[in-house]
């Protein structure tokens, strides 16, 4: 079939469904992106989105302009709309999680929607995050109350979505992927019409468990291989060495490949994978004890951030003023969901301590938000550092300094080791992990 006859609905336009929905688009098929949020229906369509993702030295916004002036996308907040033109239907609608408890409601929403409009013939793929037998025992029941039947009338597979924010394009081009389906025919429709975006090979699996699980099992090994060298940079910081020579040193090893310390984990995927699991394993009898563990090292993150700056403050919390810098949940990003930041923030305000932080990538804006750096820093005991992003610019050590208080000796925490082997001015004091 040709790219212009090939019409896709991706529901959910968030860090996964808007990349996705244009990567379609740029091959030359006519999507229909929906969403229940109206705001956001309406700045998408025209033109603006706040992700910072790229392909092939476009930004996003202009990728979506051109897309939209050429009609080959739209948004919209009728499902039935998109249905209606579309035969190939993508849910990449996740299941937030509250508490260590996943919240299904916005999935379940979305798949009576399209159980609403569903035809015969249609595929639907499902992308989000799922608790391992969701999309048999949750997706499954939803789409057949519309009176057709998996494997008769329509196709369902579910194909677990791997991409890094920030590299969203390049990832939906080049990452390989799994395929679950209801029957081998659903598996081999969705492989189809996945290739249009995807190079790398997309590999079938037995059902819609193994991906499921193999998914979560992904974001949870990062998770516990990210604990292991938090709890190491700990270890060296009470030993009084540098935990990034330890790793660095250690990684000349040709089977190790440790990652690197930071403020805790933020973002929509590894915090949350272990509760993807947690229900199945429950129902199950299962206990996941190093999953647990690794997860409670990274929780424990932030609090041991704060305690450097409780260490470097040398005024009464009460009348203390911290500058933080970036509260992305990773550098380079402007999605603040889950992220370690506002963990931190909470404890230093608890504590006393007044916060003003600068984020030029993060859209959100909260009570302790500055709008420059230099207000944030103006006048604050010390600053920490969470996160990289284009324009925060931490190049003159001097004159930023300068900016914090004079009177009293300041310092940053440097919790990404931006600032290491840097020429440090007198009075300031940095300290990293």
Do not use: W
């Amino acid at each position: 079939m040709s790219r212009e006859n090939i019409r896709v609905a991706v529901f959910g336009l968030g860090f996964v469904g808007l990349p996705l929905a244009l990567s379609f688009a740029m091959r030359g098929c006519t999507v229909c992106g929906v969403d229940v949020n109206e705001e956001l229906v309406e700045e998408i369509n025209s033109g603006v989105t706040y992700h910072q993702e790229s392909y092939r030295g476009l930004g996003i916004r202009e990728i979506l302009r051109r897309e939209l002036d050429a009609g080959r996308f739209s948004a919209t907040g009728r499902p039935g709309e998109a249905m209606a033109s579309c035969d190939n239907i993508i849910i990449t609608v996740g299941l937030p999680v509250s508490d260590g408890v996943p919240y299904y409601g916005h999935l379940e929403d979305c798949v009576r929607a399209v159980a609403a409009g569903l035809k015969k013939g249609d595929l639907v793929v499902v992308r989000g995050t799922m608790v391992p037998g969701m999309t048999r025992g949750l997706v499954l029941p939803l789409l057949e109350e519309s009176g057709l039947k998996a494997g008769e009338d329509f196709y369902l597979a579910y194909s677990s979505e791997r991409i890094a924010e920030g590299k969203a394009f390049e990832e939906f081009e080049n990452m390989p992927g799994l395929v679950g389906g209801y029957d081998e025919k659903a598996a081999l429709r969705a492989r189809e019409l996945l290739s249009v975006v995807t190079r790398a090979e997309l590999a079938l699996a037995s059902c819609f468990e193994v991906v499921e699980t193999a998914k979560v099992v992904e974001n949870v090994s990062r998770d516990v291989n990210i604990a292991l060298v938090n709890e190491l940079a700990v270890f060296c910081k009470a030993v009084g060495i540098d935990v990034f020579e330890v790793i660095a040193l250690a990684n000349t090893h040709k089977r190790v490949s440790l990652l690197v310390p930071g403020p805790g984990v933020g973002g929509y995927c590894i915090p949350n994978a272990l509760h993807y699991l947690t229900p199945k394993a429950g129902e199950l009898g299962v206990d996941l004890p190093l999953m647990k563990t690794a997860r409670q090292v990274n929780e424990e993150m932030p609090a041991h951030v704060v305690s450097l700056v409780m260490k470097n403050l040398r005024v009464p919390p009460s009348v203390g003023r911290v500058a933080v810098l970036g509260i992305a949940m990773k550098d380079y990003s402007s999605d603040d969901r889950c992220s370690p930041a506002h963990r931190i923030i909470n404890l230093l305000e608890r504590a006393g301590l007044e916060v003003r932080a600068f984020d030029p990538a993060v859209p959100a804006r909260y009570h302790f938000s500055a709008d420059s750096l230099e207000k944030a820093l103006e006048g604050a005991h010390g600053a920490l550092i969470l996160a990289r992003q284009e324009g925060i610019d931490l190049s003159d050590l001097e004159r930023i300094a300068g900016m914090l208080n004079g009177g009293i000796t300041p310092f940053i925490i440097d919790a990404k080791n931006i600032l290491r082997g840097r020429k440090i001015p007198p009075g300031l004091v940095v300290e990293g992990l």
